[in-house]
């Protein structure tokens, strides 16, 4: 009965030990937004990321806005040389609105879904380059005071982004 239980156990949950797990720190280039980010996966199928950056507005191509989040990811089809996964973003957005005469501060949850490929070299160290594609949601109404108003911010609903990372196995 002990070893029976400790194949399942093993099963379960020593499968994920034996795939490539990797972390990396790179950066992204999206439509309108900066990011540096930290990409860990903790097995071949799962993993995540963080990331900060600068971001602009859609009609003021100033990067004056700060966003912060995460992404889950999980993958669909893994080779050694490329991963195809999709995932879940959310991040938080604050937004400085600037038009004549309204200097305005707030801020808005934004939530996304994804997919994306991801391709591996190792020349000199382990690079990964991934494009991703989504959509993603958030709208925040606010008041504007000197004209009795109120404005809407949309988030550029388009995911559409460009990384380069610098991985190394665990």
Known sequence: MRAISLFILLFFFGINSFAQKMAGYGAELSVLSFKPNVRIWTSKTTGFELFAGLSSELNSFKPNDIEAGFKFLRTIIYNRTDRTYFGVVGKWKWIKVDKEEID???????????????????????????????????????????????????EFPLILNFRYSFYKKK
Do not use: H, M
């Open 104 to 154: 305005i501060n707030t801020s808005l949850p934004v939530v996304g879904l994804l997919i994306g490929k991801e391709w591996y070299s190792k020349r000199i160290n382990l690079k990964g380059y991934a494009v991703e594609l989504g959509y993603q949601y958030g709208v925040k109404e606010y008041p504007i005071p000197k004209i009795d108003r109120i404005g809407i911010f949309e």
